[in-house]
């Protein structure tokens, strides 16, 4: 069964940057949908960028385009966000996602989070 585990999250001031990961075992991420969502406190778990399942096509959230970039290495088993420009508003916990079948844009499975706090 496959484990995500997220990791890089902290304390950063705005303006600043982080580079979360998203490592994979117990399967590969080659084939498979990969995302990753953001959950603050108080609101509801939102989307912030994915990989469609081929990893050829990217997409993002309009709240971080032009700022998060998510990219992969399919040798790493290995999925990251790099945030750059930090706001307050971006502080949540941030959770990666992938899906349970391939060739499939679903995302079904999730990780534990990672806490990212930026403050101003």
């Known amino acids: 069964q496959v484990q995500l585990v997220e990791s890089g999250g902290g304390l950063v001031q705005a303006g600043g940057s982080l580079r979360l990961s998203c490592a994979s075992s117990?399967?590969?991420?080659?084939?498979?949908?990969m995302g990753w969502f953001r959950q603050a406190p108080g609101k509801e778990r939102e989307f912030v960028a994915r990989f469609n399942w081929r990893g050829t096509s990217t997409y993002y959230a309009n709240s971080v385009k032009g700022r998060f970039t998510i990219s992969r290495d399919n040798a790493k088993n290995t999925v990251y966000l790099q945030m750059n420009s930090l706001k307050p508003e971006d502080t949540a916990v941030y959770y990666c996602a992938t899906g349970a079948k391939m060739v499939s844009d679903n995302l079904d499975y999730w990780g534990q989070g990672t806490q990212v706090t930026v403050s101003s």
């Open positions: 117990g399967r590969t991420i080659s084939n498979y949908a």
